[in-house]
């Protein structure tokens, strides 16, 4: 049997490897542009690739006080990974053109949900197509599969868990926003800036063997970002779990963390007490 694939796919693996029995799916995804994915997706994608909407298929419906990409209806999502022909031994591939920033959402998503056999190609449709490798336009027609949710729930914490744990030396909390974002400076976002007390700041983009290097492997990483479902969170969770480390995230990020009354350093907070909070 093949060995599976569980965080990261190469193009050339994906190209030697893939079967009919496989599932790629396209996540490409503007967040200014709702609609530029589906529009993208029917111009070219990975032959056999289908096509999962971010807002459509891997959030919930926004309702105000959830944030703007709320995780789904496991059950709902569940029904639909299966209807596409995602079955218990599945080999899942998911690809963007963002470094995979919505890629890693699919990926978290299906590992919530219990399933371990899904990876992101690395590089994305960028490094396919720079390898010369075919785009194809054609919409597969897949078989429908069963597929049983078997909720992995220790993979997200709240912010209860997080303020437990902030004296914990065997927990870290991972901001996985811009620096200027964490400092709290340039919120465009959030009506109060800053960040966790505690918290490091390691950007997405930025995670790889040479940042984290000082974090102790046995450490519990929680990661994340300003809201529910958050991508750069997610893809901080993602390339966290890829580098080793037992990963878990803050579900609500700093938005739930705010709601439910706990503090954050940096930002007007800091400039109004005039505080050290190691934000500069």
């Not at 990975?46 to 006080?65: R, Y």
């Not at 080999?91 to 978290?108: E, T």
């Not at 350093?265 to 505080?275: K, L, Q």
């Amino acid at each position: 049997m093949q060995r599976p694939f569980t965080c990261l796919i190469s193009a050339q693996e994906l190209a030697e490897s893939t079967t009919p029995s496989w599932r790629i799916f396209d996540c490409r995804f503007r967040l200014a542009d709702p609609g530029f994915g589906k529009r993208a997706y029917a111009e070219g994608h990975l032959p056999g690739a289908m096509f999962l909407d971010l807002e459509e298929d891997l959030s919930g419906p926004v309702s105000g006080l959830n944030g703007r990409h709320p995780l789904p209806d496991p059950q709902l999502l569940a029904a639909k990974l299966g209807s596409l022909g995602v079955g218990p031994d599945t080999q899942v591939v998911a690809y963007d053109d963002m470094g995979g920033m919505f890629a890693a959402r699919l990926w978290w998503l299906l590992r919530w949900l219990g399933h371990s056999r899904v990876a992101v190609l690395d590089g994305g449709l960028q490094a396919w197509a720079s390898s010369g490798k075919p785009i194809d336009t054609a919409i597969p027609e897949p078989v429908a599969c069963h597929f049983e949710a078997k909720l992995q729930r220790d993979m997200k914490v709240n912010a209860d868990y997080v303020l437990s744990h902030l004296d914990d030396p065997e927990v870290l909390i991972i901001d996985a926003r811009a620096p200027d974002r964490f400092r709290g400076e340039n919120e465009t976002l959030d009506p109060v800036g800053g960040h966790i007390p505690g918290a490091i700041n390691i950007p997405h983009r930025t995670m790889n063997a040479e940042t984290t290097s000082a974090i102790d492997r046995a450490s519990t990483v929680v990661t994340y970002c300003d809201g529910i479902g958050c991508n750069a969170s997610t893809k901080g969770a993602y390339n966290m779990a890829r580098l080793g480390f037992k990963v878990k995230e803050l579900i609500g990020g700093l938005d739930w963390w705010k709601r439910d009354g706990h503090p954050t350093e940096g930002g007007a907070a800091c400039a109004s007490t005039g505080a050290s909070c190691g934000c500069s």
